[in-house]
Every structure is written in C-alpha cells, then in structure tokens.
C-alpha cells in the first residue's frame, strides 16, 4: 500500500492506496496519519477515476487560428509562452497579466512557484476561487482579530454550523465521527442554521430552518436575544475586546419579534438557542458557502463572530482559536489598489471573481490582456459561464496549465500538461488543525504520464526562458547547498535581501539550487525550506512542542527534515491555548467589535424589502448544493457516481404537485442567467420556493470510442452577475440565491 492523501476536500485525509497496473484498486484511511488518524469518507474511494481519467493530456497544445488544437514539444511551447507574455508586459504592463488558480483541495506547490513567475512578468492582479467564496470572511476576520480563525468541534459543548453541511463538505477533521460524537453526547448540542433540512440538521438539537437567504435576520435576532436578556459574557468583552459600543448597541435596536418573522424561525426557538449558545462552557461555530454565497454574506460573517465574541468563546478548549500557518494565504487586508477598471475591492490580494469578465470585456486602456490559468476551470466554477468564455476569448493571450482539456482549456492558446497529484510530490496549505497542526508531503505513487511535467518545473522553465536570474547566482548557491546547507541558508538570505526581484524569485531560485539536491527527485518541496524556518521563527514554542528544538536555525532544518523524510505527515506545530491571545493581530491587542460598514447594514436590515423573487422568477435557486457523488471537478470521469448520475434537480412535493410534476420528470429551469434542461427529485428536506442543483456536474467527457457528452447541468449556466447579484463589500457572488423559474416539461 502506497501512502498519500484524498484530494477532494480541505482536510486532505491521509489514504493507503494499492496500485495494480496503475490502478488504484483498494482506497482505506491511512492510520498513521497524525490529523486525521484513519478517517476517510467514502468520495476518496474513487479516486482512480480521476487518475485514470480517459481525457487526460500528454503533450502541449497550441491553438490554430482555425480554433483546432495541435500538439508541439515542451520547449518549442515554453519558448513561445514565454515569449508571448514578456510580449504582453512589454506592450501594456505586467499588471495587465491576470493569474488566476494556484491548485485545488490538493495541489499548492504549483501555486507556490507561481508567485516567482509572477514577479517576473510584474504581475500583481490575481483571483481563486477563493474569492467567490472566502474573502467576506477573511475581511471580517481581519478587521476583528488581524488573521484568521477556526472552531474547535471535536471538544465543543455547542456547535454552530452556518449554512454549513459537515456530513457531506466536511471542513472540520473526522467529519462525520465528530458529528456523531456531539449527536450521541447528551451533554452537547448542534445548532445548525441552513434553509435544507441537510444530514446535519437531522443530527442537530436546535434546526434553525430559515427563509432562504434571511440568514442575517436569524443571527441578529440571536445577538439581539443575548443583548436584551442580559447573557452575554461582560468581564470578557470588557477585558478583551474593544469598541462594543456601537455593536452592542445595534443588536439592542434589532426589533427580535419582526426579525423572526422575517426568517421563519419561531421565537420561543430562537430564544432557547441563544441561552443554550450562551449557558454552553464552549462554543464551535463553522460558516460556510451557504451564507458566503448568499444575500448580507460578509454581514453573516460579522453576525456569527459577534455571537460567539460576546459569550465569550475564545482563547479556550472548545472554542474559536487563531490556528498555526505555514502560508498565511487567508489574507483579510484591503488592498489600497483596488481592480484596474471595475474599482472592485481588492481583498487578500485577490480580485472578485464576479469582476473578471468586466475587467476584460470593455475598452478602458487599462484592462487585462492576458491571463494565465493554473490547477483551475473559471469558465465553468465561475458565475455566467457563457460571458467568461467570451472574456477568455477577448485576451491577446490565455495560457492553462491542467490535466485535462477542460472548459477553460478550449479557450486558451497554449494548455500546458500537468502531472496528475499523484504522480509528483505535491501538499496542500490547508493546515489548520488545533492544538497539533499537522502538514504533509505526499511522494509521487505512479510514474507520471509520459509528456506530462508538474507545475513547479513548469514555472521553472518559463522563468529560465526569461533569463530573469543571474546563472552565476544559480550556480554559486547550488554548489554551496550540495556542500553545506548552513551556509547556503546564509548565502540564500543574504542575496533575497540584498535584491528585492531575487527576494520575490526566491521560490524558483530555492528549485534550482536546494532543490537540486534533494533525495528522489523532491525538489518541488524546496519552497518548504523557507516556509520552515520561517514558521519556526514565526511559533518558535509551538515548534518546539511538536519536537523541533535548538538554536538558530536548527528547529528550521529539523522541520524540513521531517516534512521531507516522513511519508504519513508530521505534526509542525504543538499549541497551548495560553498563547492564541499573543496571535491575535489588531493593533492594541484585543478584538475590535465596531466596523462601521457592517454596523450601517445591520442597521437597514431593518427596512430592507424581503428576498430577490419576483413574478417572473418565483423561485429561489441554490446552485451547487454538497451530495454523496458530487465533489470538485478533478473527477471529471462521471463513471464514479454510483447514485444521482445526472444530478437532478431538487424541489418540495408542495412545488412539484403545484407544477403537475412527478418524481423523476423533466423541467425547464430559467434565470436572469440562463435555460436548461434538467430531471427533478421530489424531497422532504426543502421549502416551498426553494430548489437545488448540485455541484460538479455539466463537464464533457469522452466515451470509449472518443465521443463528448457532458452529464448534468452546470449550475453556472444559471448564475449571474451584477450589483443585485452579489455582495455589496466583498463582490462575492449569490450562487445559493438565483432567482428561478421552473416549468413542467411533457
């Protein structure tokens, strides 16, 4: 059994795999992995169809002006590439350059060269998908506590969930067990707060069935029920918050009974939640797409951290922590530049996904030109898919690295083949674990695909073709890593300092000389280096906890051993809760409770009009809802769905008897977006007006004979953009709150 990890989902869960001719024929949860200890859930078991995927690449492709593709050798398309995108900074600036991705659920190392090939060019612009989902969050966090913060589930007394369906999402380690342990433990409650009847709201003691996207209202009406009667924790907000003030204040003028109406949720219920939150010694709450991509989202986000923030939960067993980073890629600052042409802000360094197309489909001198596309597939996770592809097809230039030629890749010029994340060493920076935060590096399991490269040697390649770093650096600083890593270190910084363009190269510079001289053929981990010595810098006490002592840059050397040599994972950091106060990043010291912006939209929740439907769109649409056989598109083989193979839609039975259709009947769904075609599921576990589709589905795959088809809808056929349809601050856009029209199909 080969040792890796599942690639589907943030936890990244260690895995066993047996190989037989390439396949991946036994999938079990790998128990010597620190994090998640055995645990996988059943997703991870299919994971030969996305390794064995028939439409996986293996040479470059150049578009011809017929719009067919051909394939060219790797140096004639480095060559070219390279060309053309100096030619691009050259003409218009390297801020005209977009770079977009920087790898999926797995596969960061890529994403971590990047950012050398990006100072190359002068590229500062870039997205994710991040930023159709996270960046209300990371703002808020930001404004409140300077850097990011998680929940501690497995030892809560209360968890929250917020729009949040662990069951099938996960999010948090040992997903299911977690919610099993709470579910059994008369001791400890679930809330879950989620228009769906989900599989964690059956397992939940408080179900907060809320009106589809009035998520707001319930959580103001629950900070306001704390405030009115008097539970909220008033030593803690004195000792270690600041400016209350104003957001006590506004909670007091929250009208609860009005409120309550407004999200569909019973007083009395909502009054019994508040007490359990605030009598409850812990309290874990987790938010997730369901409100980040729905009306009020980046207020959500304050609300729920106010709520936790005022009883008191931080800093303790149970509750809210800072967790420990190797990439602090969860960024909350503001840029002071915002987008070139939209004027969107500019949040963790990362545009809004939703003002792409803008930035590209217009005349103003300063628009995007090029973009280059990395581990990633915007024309179909992005909202509007028809305007994307039209904005790809605007550009002097669209590089894509992937796999796969996927929906992205018919619109480039030149695809660059990847390797697939189990055929290079690759890792994921979603560590976030608490009090052992554990990161691991996973060693290639199966020879590559012959024509294939992994993307760090891509990058690399390009940055060579742009002669960008000086050879005699290069190879002085490669003899001295072979002779003595010390002095290299010392070498290494000294030049990245002396030079600001070596400092911001100094992911390449790190593979093209430490990374040479790593065991076999690790070099994509010589970015870890850095990323070592700067964490044991950064929790020189938590390092040394998970065993990494001594002077200097001893415990750095140490953890980049570790992280090389130990196969199952390494825990990189030990916390105490004693020290999560030293992490909080406000400028006194303390979490600010005023952010002005968010205070003024609590405030007009009051005379804001109720939802988006209308007479033509009576229907509230949640586009990309989590099922058992849906996951992140890497698994674009539809073979690997046992169950819902085409992905139908969801309605109530008080809808589809309305509409005179049965279960399994076909519907025409329209929005502001979009029409398509789809079969319906008669559920329990919805309201009136509300529908889902599921994620994942609508990718085009190739039959044995080579034949095309795609299965399912893609929900981003139906989504839209624009100011009504995405959130006023951080631009994140309504995929869970498309207003619909459904009509029965004979």
Request: hydrophobic share 40%; charged share 25%.
């Amino acid at each position: 059994m080969e040792t890796t990890a599942c690639i589907l989902c943030e936890c990244n869960c260690g895995i066993e795999v047996r190989i037989e001719d390439g396949h991946f024929t036994r999938i079990r949860g790998d128990k010597n992995h620190p994090g998640s200890k055995g645990y996988a859930c059943e997703k991870a078991l299919r994971l030969d169809h996305y390794q064995n995927s028939r439409d996986r690449l293996n040479a470059p492709q150049r578009r011809r002006e017929d719009g067919t593709f051909e394939e060219i050798d790797w140096d004639t398309a480095i060559s070219e590439v390279a060309s053309k995108l100096s030619g691009v900074r050259d003409a218009h600036g390297g801020d005209s350059i977009l770079y977009y991705g920087g790898g999926g659920q797995g596969n960061h190392l890529g994403g971590a060269y990047s950012t050398a090939l990006r100072a190359a060019l002068g590229s500062r612009f870039r997205s994710s998908a991040l930023a159709q989902e996270k960046t209300g969050e990371f703002w808020v966090n930001h404004e409140m506590f300077g850097t990011g913060v998680r929940g501690d589930f497995e030892h809560t007394e209360v968890a929250v969930f917020v729009g949040k369906n662990p069951w099938q999402s996960h999010g948090i380690p040992e997903a299911r067990r977690t919610l099993k342990a709470i579910a059994n433990d008369p001791a400890r409650s679930m809330v879950v707060i989620d228009p769906r009847r989900t599989e964690t709201a059956d397992l939940a003691d408080y179900f907060l069935q809320v009106k589809p996207g009035t998520d707001a209202f319930c959580l103001a009406t629950l900070g306001a029920i704390l405030v009115e009667e008097n539970l909220f924790d008033r030593s803690f907000i004195r000792d270690h918050t600041s400016n209350s003030k104003a957001a006590i204040e506004a909670l007091r003028k929250v009208p609860i009974s009005d409120f309550a109406g407004r999200c569909g949720i019973d007083e009395d219920l909502l009054r019994r939640t508040a007490r359990r939150v605030a009598g409850a010694s812990s309290v874990a709450v987790y938010e997730d797409l369901g409100v980040q991509q729905a009306p009020h989202s980046t207020l959500v986000s304050y609300l729920e951290k106010l709520i936790w923030v005022l009883t008191g939960n931080f800093a303790k067993p149970g509750a809210q922590f800072v967790p420990t980073v190797l990439v602090p890629f969860a960024r909350g600052n503001t840029s002071r530049r915002p987008s070139p042409v939209t004027g969107a802000k500019v949040i963790g360094g990362m545009i809004p996904c939703n003002s792409i197309a803008d930035e590209i489909l217009t005349d103003h001198p300063d628009r995007f030109r090029a973009m280059f596309i990395e581990s990633a597939n915007p024309v179909h996770s992005l909202s509007d898919s028809r305007r994307m592809g039209e904005a790809l097809d605007e550009l002097d230039l669209v590089v894509v690295i992937d796999i796969a030629m996927t929906e992205s890749a018919r619109h480039a010029d030149y695809v660059l083949p990847a390797s697939s994340q189990y055929e290079k060493w690759e890792a994921t920076f979603f560590n976030f674990d608490f009090p052992d935060n554990v990161f691991q590096l996973r060693a290639p399991i199966v020879e590559p695909l012959e024509g294939t490269l992994p993307e760090p040697e891509i990058h690399a390649r390009i940055v060579r073709e742009l002669a960008v770093l000086d050879a005699d650096l290069v190879a002085g600083l490669l003899a001295t890593a072979e002779s003595d890593r010390v002095k290299f270190a010392t070498d290494f910084m000294t030049a990245t300092t002396a030079d600001p363009m070596i400092g911001r190269m100094a992911p390449i510079l790190l593979y093209e000389t430490l990374g040479q001289t790593l065991p076999d053929g690790a070099g994509a981990a010589a970015v870890l280096w850095a990323l070592a010595h700067r964490c044991a810098m950064t929790y020189p006490k938590a390092v040394g906890r998970a065993g990494f002592e001594g002077d200097g840059l001893e415990p750095g050397e140490a953890l980049f051993d570790a992280m090389i040599s130990q196969r199952s994972g390494v825990v990189f950091t030990r916390s105490d809760w004693d020290e999560v106060w030293s992490q909080i990043n406000t400028t006194d010291g303390a979490i600010n409770l005023e952010i002005p912006v968010l205070i003024d939209a609590l405030d007009r929740l009051h005379s804001e009009p109720d939802g988006l439907t209308s007479s033509e769109y009576p229907f509230i649409l949640a586009a990309g809802e989590r099922r058992s056989f849906t996951a992140n598109t890497i698994f674009r083989d539809p073979a690997w769905r046992k169950r819902d193979r085409h992905g139908a839609l969801r309605i109530s039975a008080p809808d589809a008897e309305r509409l005179g259709i049965e279960d399994g009947g076909r519907v025409r769904v329209s929005t502001g977006g979009g029409t398509i075609v789809t079969s319906i599921e008669i559920t329990d576990t919805l309201q009136s007006g509300h529908i889902t589709l599921p994620n994942g589905f609508g990718l085009d795959y190739p039959d044995q004979s080579g034949i095309r088809s795609s299965t399912g809808v893609s929900v981003n056929d139906l989504t839209v953009t624009g100011g009504r349809f995405e959130d006023p601050i951080a631009g994140t856009p309504y995929h869970k709150h498309v207003p619909a029209r459904v009509e029965a199909l004979t």
